[in-house]
């Protein structure tokens, strides 16, 4: 008895490769049969028969096929298969060494024999004669007898329009078309892509770019930039709102010595110490700013006063200012050809401070610095801005000073803003170019590379420093075009094996559309390669 351990059963939709695959995973069997449903796919020639047998040699196993359909039995046996007509068979171990022979159906009008040799029953026993036949029941048989000849049919009447043949032409062009149509969606329609995920090495590199007007093209590590500036100017009238306590004031003004000598006169100078006392007749006291000096006999000395006491009580009117006290030269005189002003008492005065100035200018430029920094980026033209310094000021210039006593002040508000354009494009390529030279030879860059930069430097005449900072991962350089003309017609699996063992490969998927073929598209430019790094992002 034979076990069904060993049995397979082939579906109809299997391709003789398929029945290869199955065989060769039985690696521990020494025998394997196969079932095999009429009309099935695999084994519909001698030459799948003698695939299977060859393949099974290698392998070194016996292969065994069970099949109730004789031209399956006989191209089984040609090729050295050995062939069972049912499963019952197959467990009994009664193999077939020549298929039954098919009954022929009667001809026309025939009557079907109802008698068979007794040799042809005979010889389908097992054991029979001539040692063919193997089946455990008779070999069915039939003899048939020429059938009486019919009277002819009388001719029918011819049926009126265009016979069948006039439309054959259009039918048969009707079906190359249809032909053609299929041929052409096979060949066209079909498309693949195949998705590999290559294993990339991380690199980066630092490289410093200097940018400055004028720079000539090609240079590696320099990039040509535009300054550019604007600004505007506006006066705003400011309002003071600080306080200061002013002291009281002591009155000022000129007093004049005179030196009027008749008798007994000395030639020489008298000298006006500065702090010189003199008063008036009803008792104001000033004292002199300065040191003056009189000529004599005749001369004199104009110096500043200012009262001794604070305070508008000091104020007097001119002529008053006649007493030099402690004076011992009775030749020596004083007046005050003018008044003296200025006394007063103290008091809390209105002065400018600092929040006068910065809060208008706040308020201003709250509007203009986003104004001034829009007229920037117009004149850098769609390239990228750098700003030089802070960005975008605003500086506020009083026509006074903080601390001053004002009753109206103006501020002078000017805002201005100044950058670097360059092209951004220019300076990745730039940064690109530094990483690829630090690949290796037959490498080549992922499309996941970072490129950033720090602007340094940057000045109002256009020169400004880059740091960039250049990262990416380098996987072997796979020739496209190569890859697709090897994969064109090639089988799903064989496809994604050739994929897999592609330097660096860790995984490879193949999807067609929009149906799936037993092939790959037979025109390379239908076939799309992707490539895509699976070692993560890169270090920055």
Same mark, same amino acid.
């Given at each position: 008895m034979k076990t069904l351990a060993k049995l397979l059963y082939v579906e109809a939709d299997e391709e003789i490769t398929d029945l290869v695959d199955r065989l060769r995973d039985l690696s521990l069997e020494d025998e394997v049969t196969f079932v095999v449903p009429d009309r099935a796919r695999a084994l519909q020639s001698p030459m799948s028969f003698r695939l299977l047998k060859r393949y099974a040699d290698s392998y070194g196993k016996r292969v065994n096929l069970v099949s109730g359909d004789p031209r399956l039995q006989a191209m089984s046996l040609e090729a050295g298969v050995t062939a069972y007509p049912s499963l019952a068979a197959y467990d009994t171990g009664t193999e077939i060494h020549q298929p039954a022979l098919v009954d022929e159906p009667p001809a026309?009008?025939?009557?079907?024999?109802?008698?068979?040799?007794?040799?042809? +029953?005979?010889?389908?026993?097992?054991?029979?004669?001539?040692?063919?036949?193997? #089946?455990?029941?008779?070999?069915?048989?039939? *003899?048939?007898?020429?059938?009486?000849? =019919?009277?002819?049919?009388?001719? =029918?009447?011819?049926?009126?329009?265009?016979?069948?043949?006039?439309?054959?032409?259009?039918?048969?062009?009707?079906?190359?078309?249809?032909? #053609?149509?299929?041929?052409?969606?096979? #060949?066209?329609?079909?498309?693949?892509?195949?998705?590999?995920? *290559?294993?990339?090495?991380?690199?980066?590199?630092?490289?410093?770019?200097?940018?400055?007007?004028?720079?000539?093209?090609?240079?590696?590590?320099?990039?040509?930039?535009?300054?550019?500036?604007?600004?505007?100017?506006?006066? #705003?009238?400011?309002?003071?709102?600080?306080?200061?306590?002013?002291?009281?004031?002591?009155?000022?003004?000129?007093?004049?010595?005179? +030196?009027?000598?008749?008798?007994?006169?000395?030639?020489?100078?008298?000298?006006?110490?500065?702090?010189?006392?003199?008063?008036?007749?009803?008792?104001?006291?000033?004292?002199?700013?300065?040191?003056?000096?009189?000529?004599?006999?005749?001369?004199?000395?104009?110096?500043?006063?200012?009262?001794?006491?604070?305070?508008?009580?000091?104020?007097?009117?001119?002529?008053?200012?006649?007493?030099?006290?402690?004076?011992?030269?009775?030749?020596?005189?004083?007046?005050?050809?003018?008044?003296?002003?200025?006394?007063?008492?103290?008091?809390?005065?209105t002065v400018?401070?600092?929040?006068?100035?910065?809060?208008?200018?706040?308020?201003?430029? =709250?509007?203009?610095?986003?104004?001034?920094?829009?007229?920037?980026?117009?004149?850098?033209?769609?390239?990228?801005?750098?700003? *030089?310094?802070?960005?975008?000021?605003?500086?506020?210039?009083?026509?006074?000073?903080?601390? +001053?006593?004002?009753?109206?002040?103006?501020?002078?508000?000017?805002?201005?803003?100044?950058?670097?354009?360059?092209?951004?494009?220019t300076v990745k390529q730039m940064l690109k170019s530094g990483l690829q030279h630090k690949l290796q030879s037959g490498a080549q860059l992922t499309s996941d590379v970072k490129l950033t930069y720090d602007a340094i430097d940057a000045t109002t005449d256009g020169h400004v420093t880059l740091n960039g900072h250049a990262s990416g991962f380098s996987i072997p350089v796979f020739l496209e075009s190569n890859i697709r003309g090897h994969l064109k017609g090639m089988s799903p699996s064989k496809a994604h094996a050739f994929l897999q063992s592609l330097p660096n490969v860790v995984d490879a998927r193949v999807t067609q559309s929009p149906f799936g073929l037993p092939w790959l598209p037979l025109f390379s430019s239908r076939i799309s390669l992707k490539i895509q790094e699976v070692s993560g992002s890169p270090s920055s």
């Open positions: 026309p009008g025939a009557a079907p024999s109802t008698t068979a040799p007794a040799s042809a +029953e005979a010889g389908a026993r097992v054991g029979g004669p001539g040692g063919v036949a193997t #089946l455990d029941r008779p070999r069915q048989a039939s *003899v048939v007898s020429a059938p009486p000849k =019919k009277a002819p049919a009388p001719p =029918k009447s011819p049926r009126p329009g265009p016979s069948f043949n006039s439309y054959r032409p259009y039918l048969i062009g009707a079906g190359a078309l249809a032909i #053609l149509a299929l041929l052409v969606g096979i #060949l066209y329609l079909p498309s693949a892509t195949a998705t590999l995920s *290559v294993s990339g090495t991380a690199i980066k590199a630092d490289v410093t770019l200097l940018g400055a007007p004028g720079t000539a093209a090609g240079s590696p590590d320099h990039f040509v930039t535009q300054a550019v500036n604007a600004s505007e100017l506006q006066s #705003l009238p400011g309002t003071a709102t600080g306080s200061k306590s002013i002291p009281a004031q002591p009155s000022v003004g000129e007093v004049t010595f005179t +030196e009027n000598c008749v008798f007994l006169c000395d030639s020489g100078t008298t000298t006006i110490p500065t702090g010189t006392s003199v008063s008036t007749t009803d008792g104001k006291r000033y004292t002199t700013n300065k040191a003056g000096t009189v000529a004599s006999p005749r001369g004199s000395a104009t110096v500043p006063v200012k009262a001794v006491t604070a305070g508008p009580d000091g104020n007097t009117g001119a002529h008053t200012i006649t007493t030099i006290d402690r004076n011992r030269d009775f030749n020596l005189s004083v007046d005050n050809a003018q008044a003296t002003s200025g006394g007063a008492d103290p008091r809390t005065a400018i401070q600092q929040s006068d100035i910065d809060g208008p200018r706040d308020v201003y430029a =709250k509007d203009a610095v986003p104004r001034i920094t829009d007229q920037l980026k117009t004149k850098a033209q769609g390239q990228t801005l750098v700003m *030089v310094g802070n960005g975008v000021q605003a500086t506020a210039k009083p026509d006074h000073n903080v601390g +001053e006593e004002v009753s109206g002040f103006n501020i002078a508000i000017k805002v201005e803003g100044n950058g670097v354009a360059f092209d951004e494009k």
